[in-house]
């Protein structure tokens, strides 16, 4: 089981460029998240999805669009990179809140930097 | 909104026991999670509490007290290896059947010898 995969590991960015994160589970979860983590700032919720087609807001969606054409993936697009997207993100996926007993899976994370 | 709390920094000592304290504020509360990352890592699963009480796995106990908005993450026989970060996160209902997890700063754990 590969869990959940995401790409690229590292990435430099130019002010103004575009990109995707990549988000891949192979566990037939319904639910997935993107998070950004900040130094000493925790983890903040970007877009979630309850299932293919379904998206929503979290705590911090300006300048992030998001998709889930499949229960597999679910990618993050950054539009119009600006230095305040510096941060590492990560994918995560769970079953329903109602089965969460293991908690949610986290990918290994995107270190990404806009210079 | 929602509000958690846990300090910043800790420092124990290899062999012995530290308690990680998580206090919170939230509506529609569905369950608290402590999870551990270490530096430049994603973050694992440790524990998950939705009933009053402790939960205790091998060497790390959580407890939970949903009228006192508390929780602690009890590390014993510490190691080096649990010199980590402890995050503290509250499952809750945002509204129209769906849940966020909503996490703490983290408190990061050094463990001496």
């Known amino acids: 089981n590969a869990g959940v995969t995401q790409t690229p590991k590292f990435r430099i960015l130019k002010i103004g460029q575009s990109m995707t994160l990549q988000c891949a589970q192979d566990?037939?979860?319904?639910?997935m998240y993107w998070y950004r983590q900040d130094p000493g700032m925790g983890l903040k919720l970007i877009y979630y999805?309850?299932?293919?087609?379904?998206?929503d807001k979290g705590e911090v969606p300006n300048g992030y669009n998001v998709s889930r054409s499949t229960t597999e993936d679910f990618p993050l697009r950054l539009e119009l990179a600006a230095p305040s997207q510096t941060s590492v993100y990560f994918c995560?996926?769970?079953?329903?809140?109602?089965?969460?007993?293991?908690?949610?899976?986290f990918g290994s994370g995107t270190r990404l930097t806009v210079v | 909104g929602q509000n958690i709390d846990q300090p910043t920094e800790m420092t124990a000592t290899e062999g012995a026991i530290v308690q990680i304290n998580c206090t919170y504020q939230?509506?529609?509360?569905?369950?608290l999670f402590w999870y551990q990352q270490h530096a430049g890592e994603a973050p694992t699963f440790l524990s998950y509490?939705?009933?009053?009480g402790l939960e205790e796995k091998g060497r790390f106990s959580s407890f939970l007290s949903r009228s006192k908005g508390y929780s602690y993450l009890l590390l014993k026989e510490l190691q080096m290896k649990d010199s980590a970060s402890y995050l503290c996160?509250?499952?809750?209902?945002?509204?129209?059947?769906?849940?966020?997890?909503?996490f703490g700063k983290g408190t990061k754990l050094s463990v001496i010898p």
């Open positions: 995560a996926s769970s079953f329903s809140p109602r089965q969460v007993l293991y908690g949610y899976t």
């Open positions: 566990m037939n979860h319904n639910y």
């Open positions: 999805s309850v299932g293919a087609g379904i998206t």
């Open positions: 939230t509506s529609g509360f569905n369950g």
């Open positions: 509490n939705v009933l009053d």
């Open positions: 996160a509250v499952n809750w209902n945002s509204g129209a059947g769906s849940y966020q997890l909503t």
